[in-house]
Each structure stands twice: as structure tokens, then as C-alpha cells.
């Protein structure tokens, strides 16, 4: 999905910043290429950013590796690097206004949303600083022997690449950033091209802090020639990936020459079942159909764990699909950034006609077209241009159609139906994705069950989208490998070494010659 929001220009209308990052200097491009930046609200450029290259990020990964190989960075103590982490949370607060603001600017994500990502960015920077703090130095092993000191302890794995997308930019950037660098890493990051402004902006600010220069290193272009180069790169260590798929299997068959170790977070087709005994009230029956909201439309789906599936009881079908399509076609579109409005634009025109096709398809294959389906009017008060499309509710949807096994990645929701526990279970569980679902029920044992059962890496009960950064987040099946958050989220930065030390060396006498 990368490269669809921007183009190249040649004569701009911006002044082009300086967007590649190396060895503590902002520069331009190798090439001098830009790429200008599109407000999804009206289609209209509004920055521009340098288009980099792989000369550019051989130049970011060699700065990255002489930090690595040389800089202080790596040889800070845990102390010191928790203590910059919590100076880099104490500017994001700084600049929570404007780094919101931009994040809506650059996604078509309301401002408030932006605002939440960067509250989220925080406690994610001082989760990791805490972590890091009250950890102990290693962990002593038992050899049997009072002359053997063995010790297992954690070095930095080196040089990162780190790869985000589009849809959450800065969130995105910093579950990876601030786990690297917690763990003593040097980094060089690769935003999508599409929305790199407020990795930009965070790189800034990690310099603000006193993260040494080479540390952390960015080149702003595109996926096949940047985020090609770091994955096979023979100087990078890990690399870190999220996004679609088949972009995913790239990184992966890249990154296998060098054994680099690969850590992907690749979407998920998030399944939302509802029983109807969630339903048996009318504050159940409200907030059961709140959330299937939030779940399917905030940032108008396009998130990885959105709830795309609702997997409702037969029983309650009706009456609950009819709400939730009234609710739905209520839901105010417009500007991000402007007062009132509950839902942005999709990214970028390719998106959007990504939604229509899927849409289209449904259709064809037999869904019942409940809510949406379309574009807005064009009459109405949204911006003229902008990448708008109607929250979109399919009924007498089925497992054999490509909208319910394929990530849309837009304001879509598909309705399915069961009669049984072991029938939602399987319909939940039917996907090659396991990234997240959730379980509504009033029965707390019931509930618990088919928590256990469902076979993705998060799962909510009686809610829909929230995250703690203490917690692992990641997916089985073709949702990825590795895990982000929590200690294992540290854990991918970091490589395990056991010291075995003879505190009484004598001779063994294997050898009698």
C-alpha cells in the first residue's frame, strides 16, 4: 500500500525539508528527489519531504553501525538510557498539540485520535524506561559448584531497521524505537512514504533528548528501494516490520540471507462475536453496538486490529444489524482537524478504490448492503477532493467471500451469524490471520471459554481496541512473528549471552600426554 498518498514533483510548491536523518544531520536526498505529501481531506500537498534512495540508506545503516560499533549509546548504562527515554516522554507532552495536530494532517485521522496516539507514544517511552530500570543485571544459574559464577544476562542485538506504516505512523514508530533503544540498540527507521512527518518530528526529538548522534538514523522514500535495502542489508541485525502481508513475505525472504533477526507484524480479519445474552439488556444491547462501532470505524478501519468480522447470534441478527446500520449512517465524515467530526478520510485515493472493489465484490457474491457503500455526496461540507467513503455495513456475509477473508483495511464491516458456542468459536478461529478479536457475553464463564479458545494474540471480553504497553501484542498464524510491548516486545532487541566463569581453573587431565 505504500507509495499511493504521494508523488514525486519536480517543481514544488513547498519548501522541501531536510527528512533524511544520518550521523546526527538532516540532509536531502542523495539524488536531490522529493516527494510531496497529500492531505487526505482534500487531496492537496501540503509538504514536502526528501525521497531517499538505497545510496541514502547505505550511508543511514553505515552511521548506525560506526554508533553501534563505537558510540557511547550501546555502552550507557540502563540508568542513563532510561532516563533519556523518560526526557523524550516529558517532550512529547511538550508537544502534544502540534504532534496531533500533524498526525491528522499527514493520516486523515480526526485530531483527537492524534492526540490519543501521542499519550500512547508516551506511556510506551516510559514503560520501556521502567523496564529497563528496575531490571536486574542477570540472571545467576546454578552450575553445582561453589567455584562456577554463571550468569545469563542481555546484550543489545546492534543495528535495527525499523519499518512502519502508514496508518499509524508515530504510534507505530515508537513501539519499535523505544524498546530499541531501551535495550542499547542503534536504529535506522523507514516511515511509509505516504505519512513520514511525525517519525520526522520524533527523530527530532530524540536529538532534543541527548541521544547521541548516529543512534538514531531516518530515510524517508519508498518501500521497494529503502525498505528493500534494510531488510537484505549485511550491516543490519534485525528488522523490524509492520504491514501488509505480502509486503511482509518480502522483508522476510530478504532479510534470510543475512539470518538476520525478523520480527513482522503483518494485520490481521479480527473477528467481534457477540452473544445475545450481552444484548438482554438495553444497556448491554447499547453498549454491544457502541462498540462494534468503534470497533469497525474508528479511523475509519483502517487499523490492524479492527473488528471487520461482527460474528453476532442468530437470535439478536436483526435487530442488532438494523441499529448498528442506523448508528453507522449517522456517523459524521469530514476534516480531521475540524470540530464535530467522528471520522476521516480513507489515506489516499488507491485505498479508496482498494474499499470500492472489495465492496463491489461482496456484492456480487451476495451481501446485503445494510449502511454505506459509497461516497459521500458530493454536495455536503466535506473538502472538495478529499478520500471520503461511507462506513459501510454487509449483511449475509459467509465465509467464502473475499471480503470476509481479506484485510480491507477501510470503513467496512461484514455481519455473520451462529447459533452455538462451538460454532462462534469456529467462525472466529476460520481465518489464516490471529491478530485480535473479542467476546461479548454477560456469562463471565462463558466468555472466559471462548476467550481461551480463539486463536489470536489479543483478545477482549465485554470490549473492543484497548492496549497496554506492559502487555505483548502480536499475532499467530499469518498475523507475523515476534511480538511488540511488554517484555517480550524488549526481548526481540536483544540478544541472550550466558558467562560461564571457573572461579578455581585447575588442570582437567582429559588428554594423559
Known amino acids: 500500500m505504500a507509495g499511493h498518498q504521494a508523488r514525486r514533483t519536480t517543481q514544488q510548491r513547498h519548501q522541501p525539508q531536510h527528512t533524511i536523518h544520518a550521523a546526527g544531520e538532516w540532509r536531502e536526498a542523495v539524488s536531490g528527489a522529493t516527494r510531496e505529501i497529500l492531505d487526505p481531506a482534500d487531496g492537496r500537498a501540503f509538504a514536502v519531504v526528501a525521497e531517499g534512495d538505497e545510496k541514502d540508506t547505505d550511508l543511514a545503516v553505515a552511521a548506525a553501525r560506526d554508533a553501534f560499533d563505537h558510540g557511547d549509546w550501546p555502552r550507557t548504562t540502563a540508568v542513563g538510557r532510561a532516563a533519556l527515554l523518560r526526557r523524550v516522554a516529558d517532550l512529547l507532552v511538550r508537544d502534544r498539540e502540534r504532534l496531533g495536530l500533524l498526525e491528522s494532517r499527514d493520516t486523515g485521522k480526526t485530531v483527537e485520535e492524534g492526540r490519543v496516539d501521542v499519550d500512547c507514544v508516551v506511556d510506551a517511552f516510559r514503560y520501556f524506561a521502567g523496564l529497563i530500570a528496575a531490571e536486574s543485571p542477570g540472571r545467576v544459574v546454578d552450575a553445582g559448584s561453589p567455584d562456577v559464577h554463571s550468569v545469563v544476562g542481555h546484550e543489545p542485538v546492534g543495528v535495527c531497521a525499523l519499518i512502519t506504516p502508514w496508518n ?38 530524540l536529538a532534543e533528548a541527548g541521544l547521541p548522534a548516529g543512534a538514531a538514523n531516518i530515510v524517508t522514500g519508498p518501500g521497494h528501494t529503502v525498505g528493500a535495502r534494510l531488510a537484505e542489508h549485511p550491516d543490519v541485525d534485525l528488522v523490524s516490520f509492520t504491514g501488509g502481508l505480502a509486503s511482509g513475505v518480502k522483508v522476510a525472504r530478504a532479510a534470510a540471507p543475512t539470518v538476520k533477526k525478523v520480527a513482522l507484524e503483518l494485520g490481521g480479519k479480527n473477528p467481534n462475536v457477540v452473544f445475545a445474552d450481552a444484548c438482554a439488556t438495553e444497556e448491554g444491547f447499547d453498549t454491544a453496538v457502541d462498540q462494534a462501532l468503534n470497533a469497525a470505524f474508528i ?49 489516499s485515493e488507491q485505498q479508496r478504490a482498494k474499499v470500492e472493489d472489495h465492496v463491489a465484490a461482496a456484492l456480487a457474491e451476495g451481501a446485503v448492503l445494510r449502511a454505506g457503500g459509497r461516497r459521500p455526496d458530493p454536495g455536503d461540507a466535506r473538502p472538495a477532493g478529499g478520500y471520503f467513503y461511507e462506513p459501510t455495513v454487509l449483511d449475509g456475509c459467509h465465509r467464502e467471500m473475499r471480503i470476509v477473508r481479506e484485510e480491507v483495511f477501510g470503513p467496512v464491516l461484514t455481519v455473520e451469524t451462529f447459533r452455538t458456542e462451538d ?80 572461579l578455581a581453573p585447575r588442570p582437567v587431565r582429559w588428554f594423559t600426554g
Open 299 to 347: 479511523h475509519s478501519g483502517q487499523v490492524c486490529s479492527a473488528g471487520s468480522r461482527l460474528v453476532v447470534e442468530e437470535s439478536v441478527r436483526e435487530r442488532f444489524v438494523a441499529e448498528l446500520a442506523r448508528r453507522a449512517g449517522r456517523i459524521r465524515l469530514g476534516r480531521g482537524t475540524e470540530d464535530g467530526v467522528e471520522c476521516g478520510p480513507l489515506v
Open 423 to 502: 460454532e462462534a468459536v469456529a467462525l472466529a478461529n476460520d481465518t489464516e490471520y490471529g491478530l485480535a478479536g473479542a467476546v461479548w457475553s454477560a456469562d463471565l464463564a462463558r466468555a472466559r471459554r471462548v476467550a481461551a479458545r480463539l486463536r489470536h494474540g489479543t483478545v477482549w471480553i465485554n470490549d473492543f481496541h484497548p492496549y497496554l504497553p506492559q502487555a505483548e501484542w502480536g499475532g499467530f498464524g499469518r498475523s507475523g512473528v515476534g511480538r511488540e510491548l511488554g517484555p517480550a516486545g524488549l526481548a526481540e532487541y536483544r540478544e541472550t549471552k550466558h558467562v560461564y566463569h571457573n
Open 168 to 205: 499509524y505512523p508515530l504510534l507505530q514508530a515508537s513501539w519499535k524505537i523505544a524498546p530499541a533503544l531501551a535495550a542499547g540498540n542503534t536504529f535506522v527507521v523507514k516511515p511509509s512514504e505516504i505519512t513520514p512527518l511525525t517519525t520526522v518530528a520524533l527523530i527530532g526529538l
